[in-house]
């Protein structure tokens, strides 16, 4: 078996361990482990005094609590957080990269959208709500449309309900209810919807039709109110019967070859662990390289798991205009915690900690390595469509759900979910490739991982390697030649909005 450790930059003063060792072990010339050491852990290759800097990708990931010996095993009680970089100090546009990786290939099979936007990787009816007022009997409906409707239209692949808590009950006139509101709006646009609209609504709720709909999309056609029906077999018949007049429509919908320019894909991670830093994240990042030199659209987001790196992601931004948003978006994200009497140090989950993730400086470090290299041309607040092409920060919640959900109203087809601990996370509206950060997650979970990166961290495998293998199978399963694995189990999370504004 190839590596036992894992040292990521030589400024380091700690390494991981790549499997757990007992006190005792050898993990390289002169570094004897003095406890036993979990897996992905953190072990010190020099002394470190009281008070002294814990290095880790070449970064302080805080200050030692105590003096910490040689070979000792560094967890998550032992290190001070440090200061979040100033975001007032921050240079723009000082590393941009050109010399990208070339891809495999430079078009894939897709759905093309009527207004020219990005293509479809599923065709997909999609039924949005104005209300949560509408949704038990929605869920009936569709139901119903699954097993009655959707047989005799077999280039359909779904239909999918936009459900969710908002519309009414809530302060609709609040500054941050743009949030909710735009996240709605960009949803009924989703390319994998084919450009049908399909609204449902109660009548008399605070997210009216008009706030959510374009003037030409608020027709009779598109809409059910079922406050102008009489009656549950009325409102189940005007549903049915509109979702077949769309069913139509897009069972006219044909795959054709679609060049890269019109993908748009998203990439997080979730349930993190020390290997997401060093394998999955990074192969995600050479892929989404990759993509981006293809003329791809590629999203990351996680604004609490960037934080701690954002001077690194100012330095890639394409010029001020973006830097400045990128600092206003990071500004407005530590308010909001700070309104709710926290900070950037509620991030890690307990699980991050089992994994060797001592903090969320170390965290960020890894998930950064997602964005790869390329030049950040634009930054999008929370749930806004992209102007244009390229690797592009949209600022989201670290949270899975709620993360996959502002992508998916920012118009993400495809999001590619890296995971250390495991998590069987799946989005109805758009395929999710989850792929793992080590071999112990993917011996367990065979059926639910699509892509191991586990073997560049036992050195059986290059990063540029997996990088490849993963922009083959987004290519795959963006052209529908492949279905993940949370498609093929229909495991799917709830959409869910982010919104910052309160509730009455
Ligand atoms: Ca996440």
Sequence with gaps: MGNRYIKINENDNVAITVNAISAGTMIMEGIV???????????????????????????????????????????????????????????????????????????????????????????????????????????????????????KYPNVDDVVAINHAYGCGVAINAPEAVIPIRMLQNMVKHPNFGGETMIISLGCEKLTLEMLLDEEYNIQENVVTFQN??????????????????????????????????????????????????????SAGYAADMLVNA??????????????????????????????????EMKWYDQYLNNGQVDR?????????????????????????????????????????????GMIFAATPASDFVCGSCQLSSGMTLQVFMTGRGTPYGLEAAPVIKVCSRDDMINMWQDLIDVNAGPIATGEATIQEIGTLLFNEIIDVASGRKHTFAEQYEIYNDFTLFNPAPIT
């Excluded at 992905?40 to 003096?67: C, D, F, M, N, S």
């Excluded at 100090?89 to 000082?94: A, L, Q, S, W």
């Excluded at 006219?252 to 894909?265: A, D, T």
């Excluded at 699980?351 to 390595?369: F, P, Q, R, T, Y």
Aim: charged content about 20%; proline content about 8%; aromatic content about 4%.
């Design 295 to 328: 003329g791809a659209t590629v999203m990351f987001s996680e604004v609490t798991e960037v934080r701690d790196g954002v001077h690194i992601i100012a330095e890639r931004c394409v010029n001020e205009e973006v830097g400045k948003k990128l600092a206003d």
């Design 345 to 389: 140090s509620a991030n890690p989950t307990p699980g991050n900690k089992e994994g060797g993730l001592s903090n969320i400086v170390e965290k960020a470090m890894g998930s950064i390595a997602k964005s790869g290299a390329s030049p950040i041309v634009e930054v999008l607040s929370p749930g806004e469509r992209p102007t244009k092409k």
């Design 33 to 151: 482990a003095n406890q036993d050491i979990p897996q992905g852990h953190k072990i010190a290759l020099y002394p470190i005094p009281e008070g002294g800097a814990i290095v880790r990708y070449g970064v302080t990931l805080g200050y030692a609590k105590q003096p910490i010996e040689k070979g000792d095993w560094i967890n998550e009680h032992m290190l001070e957080l440090p200061i979040p970089p100033s975001l007032d100090e921050m240079k723009f546009g000082t590393n941009l990269v050109t010399d990208l990786p070339e891809p495999p290939a430079r078009t894939f099979m897709g759905y093309p959208n009527p207004d020219g936007g990005y293509g479809g990787t599923r065709n997909i009816l999609g039924i949005v709500t104005t209300v949560q007022c509408v949704t038990g009997v929605l869920n009936n409906a569709v139901k119903r449309i699954k097993k009655e409707l959707l047989p």
């Design 229 to 282: 029906e009489m009656g549950h077999v009325a409102i189940m018949e005007a549903i049915m019967n509109m979702a077949e007049n769309k069913l139509k429509k897009l069972n006219k919908r044909v795959r054709v070859e679609l060049p890269l320019s019109q993908l748009c894909i998203g990439l997080q991670c979730g349930g993190s662990d020390a290997f997401s830093g060093v394998t999955a994240n990074p």
